[in-house]
């Protein structure tokens, strides 16, 4: 096993410094020996995180016409049977195996070659590791289908996904959480993936709205959702589970664990707050799907930052959040492209913000938190410096996700065909791409 995320530059320069732990020598020969309380947590989060990806389906399911809601929710329950598979056969290796060029992981972990019960990565098996890891796999690609919901082929969306997972999540996730990985090795900031998830596929999801096109009728025919309480109750697994996403991609049951859960607790917090009242100015109420849509987004802009900044610094990050991701979603007004359920509003935008406002915090003293500290300064250098990095792995990033969108979409386009029939759209995908109806009464 070569590497972990939050390890090296992520963890044990940033948790050391922030949190004022001195490794011991004595801790670091213990380092290589299985640790009964980190394997637990590590499987409880490992769980968290799968359990996120229904979530998704519900919180996406809701937002949808009635006529579209299974065919909304198999693109993430699908996407928990296929990415699995891949993620094992070859994405694992992609992404964590042994570094080829800074750009993508070797072949020496295929189909899990080489890894073994006994096999160790830090504290924790390696399986317990690759189980992770397959987790953020599997919701990463569904993500994307909000930005497709409602007029995509179910073909088309298979070999998407399968095309997606590999060739842009695996090179990403290897640029910034894999050892030898070029934005690792210049100490890009990313503790749990507001760039290798949210922009990766926020980015994504733009080029899939752009390319595919708006959904018939957009504009002329009522498309409100059919069922918001799917919805928040989708919003609330999301925040169940994401506790999981970050607080375990400290890969131990430790203080900085800790840390995150406590962060990721008041980011979406004040998201929410921040999106209410930014809707509430500006159309008058604050809606049920703006609240629920405020707490995701702090979810997102937190993620990269969960172990390295601390309460006051969460909080204020939750709140620009919420208040900018509310302005990325009102883009698809002004440009004109249809982001069904704002992927890219949400996840492209809220996973750029996060992952910039991480230079700012991370390199603020007193652990990364200004109100704590009461030092409203910080050394402008280091902070220049490691936001010019973070500014670097975002336009990589997005830039790296919209080409190589584009090129899969193309092949998909040629050889299953991207678009539902107009008929199939207009009868909805339950029916036309599944054969059954989500309500039968």
């Not at 998201?271 to 799907?289: C, D, I, N």
Request: with cysteine; proline share 4%; charged share 10%.
């Amino acid at each position: 096993m070569a590497s972990h995320r939050p390890r090296h530059l992520l963890t044990t320069m940033f948790t050391t410094a922030l949190l004022g732990l001195l490794a011991s020598p004595a801790a670091a020969a213990q380092a290589a020996k299985l640790d009964g309380a980190d394997t637990t947590w590590m499987l409880i989060s490992t769980a968290m995180v799968l359990f996120m990806t229904p979530g998704l389906a519900l919180f996406y399911g809701g937002m949808v016409r009635r006529k579209n809601v299974l065919g909304t929710m198999v693109h993430s329950f699908f996407a928990m049977a296929l990415v699995p598979v891949l993620w094992m056969a070859v994405g694992y290796t992609l992404a964590f195996g042994s570094d080829i060029g800074g750009f993508v992981g070797g072949g020496d972990h295929i189909f899990l070659r080489g890894i073994t019960p006994d096999s160790l990565n830090g504290s924790i098996p390696t399986i317990v590791f690759v189980c992770f890891q397959a987790m953020f796999a599997v919701i990463t690609p569904a993500l994307i289908a909000g930005a497709y919901a409602e007029r995509i082929r179910f073909p088309a969306y298979v070999l998407f996904t399968g095309l997606w997972l590999l060739l842009v999540y695996a090179p990403v996730c290897h640029w910034v959480w894999g050892e030898g990985g070029w934005l690792f090795e210049r100490g890009a900031l990313d503790f749990a993936g507001g760039t290798v998830v949210h922009m990766s596929s926020g980015f994504s999801a733009l080029a899939f709205a752009i390319v595919l096109g708006r959904r018939k009728g957009l504009g002329s025919v009522n498309m409100a959702p059919h069922n918001l309480t799917l919805t928040l109750l989708g919003a609330g697994m999301l925040w169940f589970g994401w506790f999981g996403f970050n607080a375990g991609s400290a890969l131990a049951a430790n203080q900085t664990a800790a840390l995150a859960f406590l962060t990721t607790f008041l980011a979406p917090a004040a998201a929410g707050l921040s999106w209410a009242a930014v809707e509430w100015f500006h159309r008058g109420k604050p809606t049920a799907l703006g609240i629920s849509s405020g707490l995701v987004a702090g979810m997102v802009v937190i993620t990269p930052a969960a172990g390295f900044v601390g309460p006051g610094s969460a909080v204020i990050m939750g709140f620009i959040g919420g208040a900018v991701c509310y302005g990325g979603v009102l883009l698809k007004g002004h440009f004109g492209y249809d982001d069904a359920l704002d992927a890219f509003g949400v996840h492209g935008i809220g996973g750029m913000v996060g992952a910039l406002l991480t230079g700012i915090f991370a390199s603020w003293p007193g652990w990364g938190d200004p109100v704590q500290s009461l030092l409203f300064h910080t050394d402008a250098g280091a902070a220049l410096h490691q936001f010019g990095i973070q500014l670097l792995s975002v336009v990589a990033t997005g830039a790296y996700s919209v080409a190589v969108t584009l090129g899969i979409l193309m092949v998909v386009k040629v050889s299953v065909g991207l678009r539902v029939e107009d008929q199939a759209e207009l009868e909805g995908l339950d029916l036309s791409q599944h054969g059954e109806a989500s309500y039968t009464f």
